[in-house]
């Protein structure tokens, strides 16, 4: 079946340092691919997404590429900064049904230091 | 704008007891979902809707269940509370049809089953 792995965290980086969150996927089809942040306390929202092979997803700095070849969609951010602690969420939706179905990797932790 | 509201935040159970955690969407959505997020494993489905009337289960549906009577509230009943059933769970409902797009997530409910 479809699934999402994610590097393991947590990962601890210091304020202004480039971060790279690995994601890669198993499915069948074209599936959507999305990024969810959780903040502490907080339910999960909608941070970045792509819907098809080689869109570039981004918000507030953050960026990810669908790659079809590699099965991958990293998140990447240039220079993080202390509100950026939060965990996120790799996830699919998948191309066939029509149920809209979310499938989360892990989550990995962020902690970044002044 | 309220969104996806859950209630309560926080239960403490005791094994054997029974409650019902409440979501409400206000954004006409067809499609609702419950999940649960355990420590380091993501978050898994329990049980999902695509319109009134219509419910169906998810990845891990023992020891739950639901009913969708309007399109607004999707509740989330659990009988014979075990300690296996603590988690934050959430509550997200997303447009029809809604592979491509946003799902909205509640807060959260924190449950301890002891």
């Known amino acids: 079946g479809d699934s999402v792995t994610q590097m393991e965290g947590p990962v601890t980086l210091s304020e202004e340092a480039f971060l790279t969150i690995n994601c890669t996927y198993t499915?069948?089809?074209?599936?959507?691919l999305f990024w969810y942040v959780q903040y502490p306390g907080e339910g999960l929202q909608l941070l970045l997404k792509a819907t098809k092979a080689d869109d570039k997803g981004s918000n507030k700095g953050f960026e990810a590429t669908y790659r079809k070849e590699t099965t991958s969609f990293h998140l990447e951010k240039g220079s993080v900064q202390v509100s950026d602690s939060a965990v996120y969420f790799c996830a699919l939706s998948a191309s066939s049904g029509n149920t809209g179905k979310l499938i989360f990797g892990q989550g990995t932790t962020l902690q970044v230091k002044p | 704008n309220a969104g996806v509201t859950q209630t309560p935040k926080f239960r403490i159970l005791k094994i054997g007891q029974s409650m019902t955690l409440q979501c409400t969407q206000d954004?006409?959505?067809?499609?609702m979902y419950w999940y649960r997020q355990d420590p380091g494993m993501g978050l898994k489905l329990i049980y999902y809707?695509?319109?009134?009337?219509?419910?169906d289960k998810g990845e891990v549906p023992n020891g739950y269940n639901v009913s969708r009577s309007t399109t607004e509230d999707f509740p989330l009943r659990l009988e014979l509370a075990a300690p296996s059933q603590t988690s934050v769970y959430f509550c997200?409902?997303?447009?029809?049809?809604?592979?491509?797009?946003?799902?909205?997530f509640g807060q959260g409910t924190r449950l301890t089953v002891v």
């Open positions: 954004m006409n959505h067809n499609y």
């Open positions: 997200a409902s997303r447009v029809k049809g809604g592979g491509q797009t946003e799902a909205f």
């Open positions: 809707s695509v319109g009134a009337g219509i419910t």
């Open positions: 499915a069948t089809g074209y599936p959507s």
